[in-house]
């Protein structure tokens, strides 16, 4: 039997007007999930994103909210059509949409741990001014070799995603990413590029969050998951609520483990995944690890069209 997985985005294409297409075909989810937002958050969220300006999304606490509540919005749409996932999973962020995707987080909830993640991340960069690179063209081994010999010369840097053969993702103190970039370089790499992201997500510099946000997880409700999921930090399903507690804690500190996630997933059956977000992050990684797999990204209403027809084709048309 061919499974559908629906998979959500965390550090994504920020940019203003990134959920128009689908407000445009749905205006109904402006009020259920944007001003929601707005009234949880005290944040224009809504403008934000419909008008910008675009500087806003340099900020975590704006970027990773309005990321979180587009990917919600591209579920909803998908529900409201009739297609359902089999199985879901989250790269990073994303992790809290398919918590919510799969029931055990309800989307207040979680849209709150999104912003107190990304307020935490702020105010450990402002201590420890951090960053992160992607490289591509070196093997996940030689990069965390040379993330080890930075780390060893005073200048730390850490793994911080696997996104597939070539293509990983480093993070750290701010001199220690600029060594890993010049390393990774010179040991071959293709091309190395800084992310335009508020600080060094997914590294032991976060280490001094934890305690805070572990006791935000604990003052949250949690459910046993409705719908399988498979968490990027152990690329292992989600078993209970419990688990789904400790998957948040951990992806503080430990690296996005995608591509055994990916891998995870065509092992339970998963030959269908359909990208629920702003626009495609992860599509190119899931293409090269499992290239006989229809994939679909639903951040346009023409995706969210093809989407509909790959995964049920007697929904109702867009």
């Keep these: 039997m061919t499974r559908t997985a629906f998979v ?9 007007g990134m959920a128009e297409s689908l407000l445009a075909h749905r205006p109904g989810l402006a009020a259920t999930y944007f001003r929601a937002a707005d009234d949880l958050l005290g944040i224009p969220l809504t403008r934000l994103c419909r008008e910008g300006p675009a500087h806003h999304f340099a900020d975590p606490a704006v970027a990773h909210p309005a990321a979180f509540v587009t990917g919600l919005a591209a579920l909803e749409v998908l529900r409201a059509e009739g297609v359902r996932p089999d199985i879901v999973a989250g790269h ?14 309800e989307w207040p909830d979680a849209l709150v741990l999104v912003r107190l993640h990304a307020e935490l991340v702020a105010t450990a960069g402002d201590r420890v001014p ?18 080890a010999e930075s780390t060893a010369a005073g200048r730390l840097v850490e793994l911080a995603c696997e996104n ?33 992201v508020g600080g ?22 949690f459910h046993d ?20 507690v400790v998957a ?20 339970l059956g998963t030959r269908r995944f359909v990208e629920a977000g702003p626009g495609p992050v ?37």
Excluded: N
């Design 200 to 221: 060094p997500f997914h590294s032991s510099l976060l280490g001094t969050c934890v305690a805070e946000f572990t006791e935000a997880l604990v003052e949250t409700e």
């Design 92 to 105: 990073g962020l994303g992790e809290y949409t398919a918590l919510v995707a799969a029931g055990v987080l």
């Design 8 to 16: 959500f985005s965390g550090l994504g294409p920020y940019r203003v």
């Design 225 to 244: 998951p409705k719908v399988p999921v498979v968490s990027s930090v152990t690329a292992r399903p989600v078993t209970s609520a419990g688990r789904a």
């Design 164 to 196: 597939g053969p070539g293509h990983t993702v480093v993070s750290g103190k701010t001199a220690g990413v600029d060594r890993l970039a010049r390393a990774a370089e010179a040991a071959g790499a293709t091309r190395t590029a800084r992310l335009p």
């Design 282 to 318: 992860l599509d190119g990684s899931i293409r090269r690890l499992a290239p006989g797999a229809d994939v679909q990204v639903t951040g346009t209403v023409p995706g969210l069209r093809l989407a509909l027809e790959a995964a049920a084709p007697a929904a109702i048309p867009v």
């Design 248 to 267: 948040l804690r951990d992806q503080l500190t430990a690296p996005v483990r995608w591509t055994d996630t990916v891998r995870r997933l065509l092992a």
């Design 130 to 147: 951090g960053a992160m690179a992607a490289v591509e063209g070196l093997d996940a081994a030689t990069v965390a070799q040379l993330c």
